[in-house]
């Protein structure tokens, strides 16, 4: 005998009031390693509160103001959420004008080859192609915003003459960046650079020669320690510059003397950037996931001691960001702690041949080129497959992000790597511990309100009504 049809309600009985049921809002409690204080977070929109470890059931219950705080924004923070990671428009090209370094450091993302024997793109192309990126940023950036191109490389000042040049005659159109190993930054350079209010980056792994040199060297395997320095003395005063510093395996128990370093040669702000493990090279000297997390997060103790201690702050650029992914989505300032990442979507790379990708990590992966910007609309470039694998690449797509609570502040799955180190788009990224604990840091310094002392003295303070806690 067979059965009528069953009855099928879409809606669970309590019709939306109770959490996680299905139909209602999902909070996830997190442990945040705090006395005092646990985490819940929903992780589709990036709302979170902190609550008191004696009051979370009271916080759960029917009725609560914090479930009446949610009711009333989640669809706002959905909306802001869905627009931050789906509507953005480039802003920002790394411009490659050189496929040459002068350096051989170990962990570099792209190829050996590329980086010995490659070519510089010639004054006149730099030039067509800066002509090119202002008409498409004519019709897609809003005055009185400029667009930013930032001279990256391999390293943009072995063609300096051509670049000084680009600078020249674009600096109405465009804000100017440049990320260099410090090793060519000569005094000349150096006021040409300040004198047009260039961002200035450099690279440097350790306090002392004896272990920055051990990762960045030149190609008759000399240190480059020096150099840096000098350069790093040339440009004190300036607001514009900052130092990176890549953590690998070779320099990981010194990052505590680092900022203690940065901070005594008055480096405005530093990066300290977890290696990505794009390429083999860089796989030799990957650090343990806890071990880089327990080392970087006692760097962060150590400036917010020293500004304790002087009232001068030492903003570690990436933990910010982190910082504000969580206090204001919307404020954050690089886009690779979040998926889709920015590549293809805030910014795209110009190789010197005129190629191109999503993001420089992709510069010496072919399969990823989206087109030529002296042959392809741009516009069309960013539509296309190689483009779209990296543009439409949703966390929720991966295991085991998509049950990860975290998942909008993270940092872990950079689809470069992932896809040569682990073998695919949907597969997450080397340091997924690393980036947790990070978070789990972050929400710890904002119960203790401490979050200012990590932050640039400039973010933006109109953003505080968006925060998204309650």
């Not at 945040?32 to 819940?40: K, S």
């Not at 440097?204 to 480059?224: E, F, Q, S």
Request: charged letters at 20%; hydrophobic letters at 40%; glycine letters at 6%.
């Amino acid at each position: 005998m067979s059965l009528p049809p069953a009855v099928v309600n879409p809606a669970a009985p309590s019709r939306g009031r109770w959490i996680n049921t299905g139909n209602g809002p999902l909070l996830q409690p997190i442990d945040i390693g705090h006395r005092d204080y646990v985490a819940l977070l929903q992780p589709d929109t990036a709302f979170w509160s902190l609550i008191p470890r004696n009051q979370l059931a009271d916080a759960l219950a029917p009725g609560s103001r914090l479930l009446n705080a949610l009711h009333g924004k989640a669809r706002r923070f959905a909306a802001e959420m869905h627009t931050l990671r789906f509507d953005l428009k480039p802003s920002a090209v790394y411009f490659n004008p050189t496929e040459r370094c002068n350096l051989n450091c170990t962990y570099c993302y792209l190829p050996q080859a590329m980086r010995h024997d490659g070519r510089h793109m010639s004054r006149a192309d730099i030039f067509r192609a800066l002509k090119i990126l202002k008409s498409y940023f004519a019709r897609t950036v809003p005055k009185p915003t400029k667009p930013q191109i930032v001279f990256h490389g391999a390293e943009p000042l072995l063609n300096a003459p051509a670049m000084f040049a680009a600078i020249d005659a674009f600096a109405d159109d465009f804000r100017f960046g440049v990320q260099t190993n410090g090793t060519l930054l000569d005094d000349a350079a150096v006021e040409f650079l300040t004198r047009h209010g260039a961002s200035i980056g450099l690279s440097l792994d350790a306090p002392t020669a004896a272990i920055a040199d051990r990762t960045r060297k030149t190609w008759g395997n000399r240190g480059v320690y020096q150099p840096v320095l000098q350069a790093m003395e040339r440009l004190k005063g300036y607001p514009g510059w900052s130092v990176i510093c890549t953590i690998s395996s070779e320099n990981l128990r010194h990052l505590t003397r680092l900022v203690e370093f940065f901070h005594q040669h008055r480096v405005p702000t530093c990066l300290l950037n977890i290696l990505r493990c794009t390429l083999p090279s860089a796989r030799g000297v990957r650090p343990a996931d806890h071990h880089a997390a327990r080392y970087f997060l006692a760097a962060l103790d150590r400036t917010y001691e020293l500004y304790r201690q002087s009232g001068r702050k030492l903003p570690v650029a990436n933990f910010a960001n982190i910082l504000l992914a969580i206090l204001a989505p919307t404020a954050r300032r690089m886009m690779c702690d979040i998926s889709p990442c920015g590549g293809g979507r805030c910014f795209f790379a110009l190789a010197a041949n005129g190629d191109l990708f999503p993001c420089s990590e992709f510069i010496g992966l072919p399969r990823f080129r989206g087109g030529n910007i002296f042959t392809d609309r741009i516009d069309r470039v960013l539509e296309s497959e190689p483009f779209k694998q990296v543009t439409t690449r949703r966390v929720e797509d991966l295991d085991p992000c998509r049950r990860c609570a975290i998942r909008h502040f993270c940092g872990a799955p950079c689809p470069a790597e992932a896809h040569e180190m682990n073998g695919a788009m949907n597969r997450p990224g080397a340091f997924c511990e690393f980036y947790e604990e990070q978070v789990r840091y972050a929400l710890r310094v904002i119960a203790d309100d401490k979050a200012d002392a990590y932050l640039w003295d400039d973010w933006d303070q109109g953003l505080r009504d968006s925060f998204h806690f309650s």
